[in-house]
């Protein structure tokens, strides 16, 4: 690598911060199997375009029972360290975010430590962290202030985003999916964390909970989720101005971003996000063109408005959306493949918006390019922080190979096994009778899974699980 672990913790015993510290690789891991929206639709005799238009989704990815988080996160943290040539014995800090909590008390995290103390390396500290979809980001931010911290030795952190989202019948039930990302952080990152540019805020409120432990699916408060959804954005998007023209001394606005990426629990809530940002640019200048050829054009009705008396209103939403149009296409449209195929895989959704937008563009392209993250787990957290990329070249870690890896991720989301809609609720009626359930062994056929995927073996009579690993090709 371009900098050894001696050189690195050699550089912070002089008590400064270690330079452009970030994501230096990233592994998605979306599950096999697949049910297409459109025949959703039709199954559930809905009107067309419910979940396709509506919502926004294309696919839904899913498990059977052969797969839980812990089998989720065994098989992404592995693809991680294998693909990117990253030693067990190099990684000091490992933290789980998840809300697919099978245990109330054995972390994912200790699950997950059978990959490192085989390798001689139980010196590893972090936990499990949960709120909703945002445990992962907190997880970042508790890596990050590791490795700028004095407890740092030089080893590299990693944070695992996973989940597994199924909802009772209804119409909350279209917008699951399932997945899990592992990033490896540390310093000289190409994708590096802004340091002191993120805003975070945190109420309480039950737009979305899970107070039933024998069951998998969530109580959710649909149209409150929604509002707080849109209330935390308003909020961190004029707390990270706030941050960015403290230390920049410049005005940050849509334009200012390259691209903006979203939790996204179905993608037309994303689009929504941005005419939201939008409208807030409005509010916010000090003269806004609103005459017919400016860029607030048709607006003069809304510019006296408070974001409080417009969280409900469709006049608003529907001409921001139009306004906005070139720039979520251009800026965050690309980022929304696996939101789009997969779902929303909770803690990990934000974050397979990074591997979509790798998909498309070119190192060049995304050079110096300033990307804004926005989080936001439901009870509620939410944050928003930004990422500026960068080459790298010559580094083990390089935004070339970060992009190179997931070259071959769409090919991948088009080749998955797609059952039919009546298949698929089977396989969900199949996890409701055993979640949870003792002396069980999983029934579903390993040809659902990947080569290479970690599966759950079989639960015993004290609900200690055992897993094992399909063999790689």
Request: charged share 20%; aromatic share 10%; net charge negative.
């Amino acid at each position: 690598m371009a900098h050894s672990i001696e050189e690195m913790s050699n550089k912070h015993s002089t008590g400064t911060w270690p330079d452009d510290v970030g994501i230096l690789a990233l592994e998605i891991y979306i599950p096999k199997l697949s049910v297409s929206q459109e025949a959703l639709e039709k199954h559930d005799e809905v009107d067309t375009g419910k979940y396709t238009i509506g919502l926004g989704q294309s696919h839904m990815g899913f498990c059977n029972d052969l797969e839980d988080i812990n089998s989720l996160a065994l098989t992404v943290v592995h693809n991680l360290l294998e693909s990117y040539n990253v030693s067990p014995a190099e990684v000091g800090w490992l933290e789980v975010g998840t809300e697919t909590i099978v245990d109330k008390s054995k972390s994912t995290k200790s699950v997950l430590m059978q990959l490192f103390t085989d390798a001689g390396n139980s010196n590893i500290e972090g936990l499990d962290t949960t709120n909703a979809c945002f445990g992962a980001t907190q997880g970042m931010f508790n890596a990050l202030a590791w490795v700028e911290s004095s407890a740092w030795d030089g080893r590299y952190a990693i944070v695992v985003a996973g989940d597994i989202a199924v909802y009772a019948e209804g119409n909350a039930r279209p917008t699951g999916g399932a997945g899990a990302v592992a990033m490896l952080i540390g310093p000289h990152a190409p994708l590096v964390i802004d340091r002191g540019v993120r805003y975070t805020h945190m109420e309480h409120v039950y737009d979305f909970y899970k107070p039933n432990l024998s069951s998998e699916y969530p109580i959710v408060d649909g149209k409150l989720s929604i509002q707080c959804f849109l209330r935390s954005l308003d909020t961190c998007y004029a707390g990270y101005r706030d941050k960015y023209r403290s230390k920049y001394d410049s005005d940050f606005s849509l334009e200012t971003g390259d691209y903006y990426l979203f939790h996204s629990p179905f993608t037309k809530l994303v689009q929504k996000s941005i005419a939201r940002m939008m409208f807030n640019d409005l509010l916010t200048e000090q003269d806004p063109d609103t005459s017919e050829t400016g860029k607030y054009a048709g607006c003069d009705l809304f510019k006296d408005m408070t974001l409080h008396e417009t969280y409900e209103n469709r006049e608003v939403m529907e001409k921001f959306k139009k306004l906005s149009k070139n720039i979520f296409t251009f800026k965050t449209d690309p980022t929304l493949l696996v939101a789009r195929e997969v779902g929303n895989i909770y803690t990990g959704s934000v974050y397979g918006g990074i591997a979509s937008l790798l998909t498309g563009v070119t190192a060049e392209e995304l050079n110096t390019k300033q990307l804004v993250l926005f989080s936001y787990g439901s009870g509620l957290a939410a944050s928003m922080y930004g990422i500026r990329c960068q080459l790298n070249q010559g580094s083990k870690f390089s935004l070339e190979k970060l992009i190179n890896r997931h070259k071959s991720l769409p090919e991948k989301l088009q080749s998955r096994t797609q059952l039919l809609p009546k298949d698929f609720e089977g396989v969900l009626k199949l996890r409701e009778t055993t979640h949870h359930l003792p002396s069980y062994t999983p029934v579903s056929d390993l040809s659902s899974l990947y080569p290479g995927t970690y599966y759950l073996e079989n639960c015993d009579e004290k609900h200690r699980r055992y897993y094992n690993r399909v063999p790689a090709s």
